[in-house]
T-cell receptor
Framework: AQTVTQSQPEMSVQEAETVTLSCTYD???????LFWYKQPPSRQMILVIR??????QNATENRFSVNFQKAAKSFSLKISDSQLGDAAMYFC????????????FGKGTHLIIQP | DGGITQSPKYLFRKEGQNVTLSCEQN?????MYWYRQDPGQGLRLIYY???????QKGDIAEGYSVSREKKESFPLTVTSAQKNPTAFYLC????????????FGPGTRLLVL
Protein backbone atom coordinates (compact mmCIF):
# COMPACT_ATOMS: atom_id res chain seq x y z
CA ALA A 1 0.00 0.00 0.00
CA GLN A 2 1.12 3.50 -0.76
CA THR A 3 1.63 6.14 1.93
CA VAL A 4 1.96 9.90 1.62
CA THR A 5 3.60 11.99 4.34
CA GLN A 6 3.43 15.74 4.78
CA SER A 7 5.72 16.59 7.68
CA GLN A 8 4.72 20.25 8.02
CA PRO A 9 1.31 20.65 9.68
CA GLU A 10 1.52 24.42 9.27
CA MET A 11 3.64 26.90 7.33
CA SER A 12 3.67 30.68 7.35
CA VAL A 13 5.03 33.04 4.70
CA GLN A 14 5.02 36.76 4.07
CA GLU A 15 2.99 38.00 1.15
CA ALA A 16 5.07 38.15 -2.07
CA GLU A 17 7.64 35.74 -0.67
CA THR A 18 8.32 32.13 -1.74
CA VAL A 19 7.37 29.06 0.28
CA THR A 20 8.02 25.36 -0.22
CA LEU A 21 5.73 22.62 1.07
CA SER A 22 7.19 19.15 1.53
CA CYS A 23 5.77 15.76 0.61
CA THR A 24 7.30 12.30 0.65
CA TYR A 25 5.69 9.06 -0.43
CA ASP A 26 6.34 5.36 -0.34
CA UNK A 27 5.51 2.99 -3.17
CA UNK A 28 6.86 -0.03 -5.00
CA UNK A 29 5.28 1.12 -8.25
CA UNK A 30 7.40 2.57 -11.03
CA UNK A 31 4.65 4.35 -12.90
CA UNK A 32 2.41 6.72 -10.98
CA UNK A 33 1.12 10.27 -10.69
CA LEU A 34 1.47 12.89 -7.98
CA PHE A 35 -0.75 15.85 -7.25
CA TRP A 36 -1.08 18.91 -5.09
CA TYR A 37 -4.60 19.94 -4.19
CA LYS A 38 -5.62 23.17 -2.47
CA GLN A 39 -8.53 23.26 -0.01
CA PRO A 40 -9.56 26.83 0.89
CA PRO A 41 -12.01 27.61 3.71
CA SER A 42 -14.89 26.75 1.34
CA ARG A 43 -13.51 23.17 1.58
CA GLN A 44 -13.71 22.54 -2.16
CA MET A 45 -10.68 20.57 -3.35
CA ILE A 46 -8.95 22.38 -6.21
CA LEU A 47 -6.25 20.78 -8.34
CA VAL A 48 -3.09 22.88 -8.25
CA ILE A 49 -0.58 20.83 -10.19
CA ARG A 50 0.15 17.26 -11.32
CA UNK A 51 3.30 15.33 -12.16
CA UNK A 52 3.73 12.11 -14.11
CA UNK A 53 6.46 9.92 -12.60
CA UNK A 54 7.84 8.99 -16.02
CA UNK A 55 8.54 12.64 -16.82
CA UNK A 56 11.87 14.01 -15.61
CA GLN A 57 10.83 17.60 -16.15
CA ASN A 58 9.24 19.25 -13.14
CA ALA A 59 5.69 20.50 -13.66
CA THR A 60 4.94 24.22 -13.52
CA GLU A 61 1.65 26.12 -13.40
CA ASN A 62 2.12 29.87 -13.24
CA ARG A 63 3.41 30.65 -9.70
CA PHE A 64 3.30 26.98 -8.67
CA SER A 65 6.08 24.52 -9.41
CA VAL A 66 7.22 21.19 -8.07
CA ASN A 67 10.55 19.61 -7.27
CA PHE A 68 10.09 15.93 -8.09
CA GLN A 69 12.89 13.65 -6.89
CA LYS A 70 11.86 10.12 -7.91
CA ALA A 71 14.77 8.29 -6.30
CA ALA A 72 14.19 10.08 -3.02
CA LYS A 73 10.40 9.74 -3.36
CA SER A 74 10.01 13.43 -2.72
CA PHE A 75 7.51 15.82 -4.27
CA SER A 76 7.63 19.37 -2.92
CA LEU A 77 5.50 22.33 -3.99
CA LYS A 78 6.98 25.78 -4.41
CA ILE A 79 4.70 28.80 -4.39
CA SER A 80 6.32 31.97 -5.69
CA ASP A 81 5.10 35.51 -5.06
CA SER A 82 2.67 34.30 -2.39
CA GLN A 83 -0.73 35.97 -2.40
CA LEU A 84 -3.40 36.24 0.26
CA GLY A 85 -5.62 33.97 -1.82
CA ASP A 86 -3.07 31.20 -1.52
CA ALA A 87 -4.00 30.73 2.13
CA ALA A 88 -5.48 27.23 2.42
CA MET A 89 -4.83 23.61 3.31
CA TYR A 90 -2.58 21.92 0.76
CA PHE A 91 -2.74 18.18 0.23
CA CYS A 92 -0.27 16.00 -1.56
CA UNK A 93 -1.82 12.98 -3.28
CA UNK A 94 -0.62 9.84 -5.06
CA UNK A 95 -2.20 7.71 -7.77
CA UNK A 96 -0.68 4.46 -9.01
CA UNK A 97 -2.85 3.89 -12.00
CA UNK A 98 -3.93 0.54 -13.38
CA UNK A 99 -7.56 1.19 -12.63
CA UNK A 100 -10.00 3.80 -11.48
CA UNK A 101 -9.18 3.37 -7.83
CA UNK A 102 -8.72 6.33 -5.60
CA UNK A 103 -6.08 8.81 -4.63
CA UNK A 104 -3.98 8.39 -1.50
CA PHE A 105 -3.70 11.67 0.40
CA GLY A 106 -1.32 13.11 2.96
CA LYS A 107 -2.71 14.82 6.06
CA GLY A 108 -2.19 18.29 4.68
CA THR A 109 -0.22 21.47 5.38
CA HIS A 110 -2.01 24.60 6.54
CA LEU A 111 -0.49 27.57 4.70
CA ILE A 112 -0.81 30.99 6.31
CA ILE A 113 -0.04 34.13 4.32
CA GLN A 114 1.11 37.09 6.42
CA PRO A 115 0.18 40.46 4.87
CA ASP B 1 -21.35 25.00 -16.93
CA GLY B 2 -19.90 21.54 -16.43
CA GLY B 3 -19.17 20.37 -12.94
CA ILE B 4 -19.97 18.24 -9.95
CA THR B 5 -22.79 19.07 -7.57
CA GLN B 6 -23.37 17.66 -4.11
CA SER B 7 -26.43 18.04 -1.95
CA PRO B 8 -27.30 18.88 0.66
CA LYS B 9 -24.52 21.14 1.88
CA TYR B 10 -25.31 20.17 5.49
CA LEU B 11 -27.05 17.00 6.65
CA PHE B 12 -28.13 15.94 10.12
CA ARG B 13 -28.58 12.32 11.08
CA LYS B 14 -30.41 10.89 14.04
CA GLU B 15 -29.21 7.75 15.79
CA GLY B 16 -30.17 4.62 13.86
CA GLN B 17 -31.14 6.53 10.74
CA ASN B 18 -29.91 5.97 7.20
CA VAL B 19 -29.16 9.11 5.19
CA THR B 20 -28.27 9.56 1.53
CA LEU B 21 -25.84 12.08 0.08
CA SER B 22 -26.32 13.09 -3.53
CA CYS B 23 -23.56 13.50 -6.13
CA GLU B 24 -24.28 14.49 -9.73
CA GLN B 25 -21.85 15.32 -12.55
CA ASN B 26 -22.40 16.63 -16.09
CA UNK B 27 -18.79 16.21 -17.21
CA UNK B 28 -19.54 12.95 -19.03
CA UNK B 29 -17.04 11.23 -16.74
CA UNK B 30 -17.16 7.46 -16.43
CA UNK B 31 -15.51 7.12 -13.01
CA MET B 32 -16.86 8.51 -9.75
CA TYR B 33 -15.57 8.39 -6.17
CA TRP B 34 -16.60 9.08 -2.58
CA TYR B 35 -14.12 10.28 0.03
CA ARG B 36 -14.42 11.04 3.71
CA GLN B 37 -12.46 13.81 5.43
CA ASP B 38 -12.08 14.02 9.21
CA PRO B 39 -10.62 17.05 11.03
CA GLY B 40 -6.87 17.32 10.60
CA GLN B 41 -6.83 14.44 8.16
CA GLY B 42 -6.50 13.88 4.47
CA LEU B 43 -9.20 12.24 2.40
CA ARG B 44 -9.91 8.53 2.61
CA LEU B 45 -11.62 6.53 -0.13
CA ILE B 46 -15.01 5.02 0.69
CA TYR B 47 -16.27 3.66 -2.67
CA TYR B 48 -15.58 4.14 -6.33
CA UNK B 49 -17.28 3.25 -9.59
CA UNK B 50 -15.68 2.85 -13.00
CA UNK B 51 -18.88 2.35 -15.00
CA UNK B 52 -22.62 2.21 -14.56
CA UNK B 53 -23.92 -0.70 -12.45
CA UNK B 54 -20.45 -1.45 -11.09
CA UNK B 55 -18.68 -0.19 -7.97
CA GLN B 56 -15.84 -1.23 -5.69
CA LYS B 57 -15.09 -0.81 -1.99
CA GLY B 58 -12.39 1.59 -0.98
CA ASP B 59 -10.39 1.68 2.24
CA ILE B 60 -13.24 2.52 4.64
CA ALA B 61 -16.43 1.08 3.06
CA GLU B 62 -17.92 -0.41 6.25
CA GLY B 63 -21.20 1.28 7.18
CA TYR B 64 -21.68 2.82 3.74
CA SER B 65 -23.45 1.77 0.55
CA VAL B 66 -23.63 3.18 -2.98
CA SER B 67 -25.42 2.68 -6.27
CA ARG B 68 -24.58 3.66 -9.84
CA GLU B 69 -27.72 3.37 -11.93
CA LYS B 70 -26.89 6.35 -14.13
CA LYS B 71 -23.59 7.65 -15.43
CA GLU B 72 -24.28 11.10 -13.98
CA SER B 73 -25.21 10.02 -10.45
CA PHE B 74 -23.40 8.24 -7.61
CA PRO B 75 -25.36 8.55 -4.34
CA LEU B 76 -23.82 7.51 -1.03
CA THR B 77 -25.92 6.11 1.82
CA VAL B 78 -24.57 6.35 5.34
CA THR B 79 -26.22 3.48 7.18
CA SER B 80 -26.92 3.02 10.88
CA ALA B 81 -24.00 0.60 10.94
CA GLN B 82 -21.61 3.54 10.55
CA LYS B 83 -21.02 4.41 14.21
CA ASN B 84 -19.00 7.55 13.66
CA PRO B 85 -20.48 9.26 10.60
CA THR B 86 -19.69 12.87 11.51
CA ALA B 87 -17.33 14.05 8.77
CA PHE B 88 -17.03 16.01 5.54
CA TYR B 89 -17.89 13.95 2.46
CA LEU B 90 -16.45 14.72 -0.96
CA CYS B 91 -17.48 13.28 -4.30
CA UNK B 92 -15.09 13.26 -7.26
CA UNK B 93 -15.03 12.11 -10.87
CA UNK B 94 -12.52 11.36 -13.60
CA UNK B 95 -12.81 10.60 -17.27
CA UNK B 96 -12.46 6.89 -16.64
CA UNK B 97 -10.19 3.93 -16.46
CA UNK B 98 -6.51 4.84 -16.22
CA UNK B 99 -7.43 8.52 -16.03
CA UNK B 100 -5.74 9.75 -12.94
CA UNK B 101 -6.91 13.35 -12.53
CA UNK B 102 -9.94 13.64 -10.30
CA UNK B 103 -12.18 16.68 -9.96
CA PHE B 104 -14.13 17.32 -6.79
CA GLY B 105 -17.55 18.56 -5.81
CA PRO B 106 -18.13 21.13 -3.03
CA GLY B 107 -18.80 18.52 -0.34
CA THR B 108 -21.46 17.66 2.24
CA ARG B 109 -21.02 18.13 5.98
CA LEU B 110 -22.74 15.34 7.94
CA LEU B 111 -23.51 15.86 11.61
CA VAL B 112 -25.12 13.51 14.11
CA LEU B 113 -27.91 14.84 16.35
Amino acid sequence: AQTVTQSQPEMSVQEAETVTLSCTYDTSESDYYLFWYKQPPSRQMILVIRQEAYKQQNATENRFSVNFQKAAKSFSLKISDSQLGDAAMYFCAFYSGGGADGLTFGKGTHLIIQP
Amino acid sequence: DGGITQSPKYLFRKEGQNVTLSCEQNLNHDAMYWYRQDPGQGLRLIYYSQIVNDFQKGDIAEGYSVSREKKESFPLTVTSAQKNPTAFYLCASSTGLFQETQYFGPGTRLLVL
